[in-house]
């Protein structure tokens, strides 16, 4: 199916740098997800944005709605090693569908 | 509370058995899914249900059986599976209605493992 693409693919960090990824599409959409995803687990949201320009932070975590909506970018910072995984975004086009197109992902790892 | 109950976790079975995926969620959500994701790769659309009723089949092949018996339930039934059928299958809920919130919850998952 359709997916997004994400950037980078996969990255090592030093414990206590900042991260950067981001996603984007051809298409508009009304909503960004942001999710991670630990080994056998389920992904995890952990930021939903809602319009263009939106910039929303959850603890060390910030994300961004790209103005075109057709984008978005997830910063972490001050990284630790509980941050290892995998991290994905998904688009949703519009209200009352109910098809979510993902990104590729992107793996953290974090050296201590 | 957000969450999205599946089981069992893990289920190991060979191509003849028939067994069945369970997902539970109570938030009121309207619309269940069925994902599934193989290593390293993103989930991939399987079934929506929306009001108890099958909306969306991603041509899903046949030994695939989805079932939403209410709101709170949605099962998976497998029947003749494939080895190339081993996965993480994930259950998602969102909030369905006139106001779509867009947010998409999973559970934990249920790893397949096909003999």
């Known amino acids: 199916g359709q997916q997004l693409n994400q950037s980078p693919q996969s990255m090592f960090i030093q414990e206590g740098e900042d991260v950067s990824m981001n996603c984007t599409s051809s298409s508009i959409f009304n909503t960004w997800l942001w999710y991670k995803q630990d080994p056998g687990e389920g992904p995890v949201l952990l930021i939903a944005l809602y319009k263009a320009g939106e910039l929303t932070s959850n603890g060390r975590l910030t994300a961004q709605f790209g103005i075109t909506r057709k984008d978005s970018f997830l910063n972490i910072s001050a990284s630790i090693p509980s941050d290892v995984g995998i991290y994905f975004c998904?688009?949703?086009?519009?209200?009352?569908?109910?098809?979510?197109?993902f990104g590729t992902g992107t793996r953290l790892k974090v050296l201590a | 509370d957000t969450e999205v109950t599946q089981t069992p976790k893990h289920l190991v079975m060979g191509m003849t058995n028939k067994k069945s995926l369970k997902c539970e969620q109570h938030m009121g959500h309207r619309a269940m899914y069925w994902y599934k994701q193989k290593a390293k790769k993103p989930p991939e659309l399987m079934f929506v249900?929306?009001?108890?009723?099958?909306?969306i089949n991603e041509s899903v092949p046949s030994r695939f059986s989805p079932e939403c018996p209410n709101s709170s339930l949605l099962n998976l039934h497998l029947h003749a599976l494939q080895p190339e059928d081993s996965a993480l299958y994930l259950c998602a809920s969102s909030q369905m209605g006139l106001i779509n919130t867009g947010e998409l919850f999973f559970g934990e998952g249920s790893r397949l493992t096909v003999l």
């Open positions: 249900y929306s009001y108890e009723k099958l909306s």
């Open positions: 998904a688009g949703h086009h519009t209200s009352g569908t109910y098809k979510y197109i």
